[in-house]
């Protein structure tokens, strides 16, 4: 199952607009801001999705009948770019516990480069619901490497990918090793560069939030 945001058009459309925008995007708290706008969109349609329970409401002139969430999802990302996105899920799910990962591209002398994962920081997944949340999904191999590590120490109820935006060689990467995961994007991007960055793209995320790496 893939959802794609842009394919209706909605005032998602502008908050993407103007992450890629070059001009716009050299704003780097407008930048982060659409980031976590556009995270808050993919939020409220997945929490479609989740199960829910009539639960008896207070008020102070009588009672309400609201419909609940079960469980509340567990929220992951990777640092650092995605931390922007994963902050607008964690302002919808504002009950739900995070999950933090560090890896990176480690280049090989053919040019060629491994996904080196140092550290992961979870609550315990088994029989829970999983929304990793990452910025840009290009090859797809850091997201994959990761929630397989993950599918291999916890029983997960559910996967849920997010991404703002997505390579269609990503795409692929992530169904072929993650079938049962549900991807949720808000726009998808046909080209890769021959350093996996994607075209048009937006530049790199991490860089345009919290400045350029040394």
Known sequence: M?????ETNTIGNQFLAEL???NIQ???????LNQEKLGQILAYEISKTLQYTETEVQ?????ANVNLINDQPVLGTILRAGLPFHQGFLNYFNKSDSLFA???RKVKKNGTFIISIDHISTPDLDGKILIMCDTMLATGQSLVQVCKELLAQYKIKELHIAAVIASTEGITH???????????????????TSKAYIVPGLGDAGDLAFGEKA
């Open 2 to 6: 893939i959802f794609v945001l842009n």
């Open 20 to 22: 890629r925008d070059d």
């Open 26 to 32: 050299q704003d780097r708290a407008v930048f982060r």
């Open 59 to 63: 008020t102070p002139l009588g009672t």
């Open 102 to 104: 560090t890896a990176y």
């Open 174 to 192: 992530v169904r072929a090793n993650l079938p049962k995961a549900k991807i949720w994007l808000c726009a998808v991007d046909e080209e890769m």
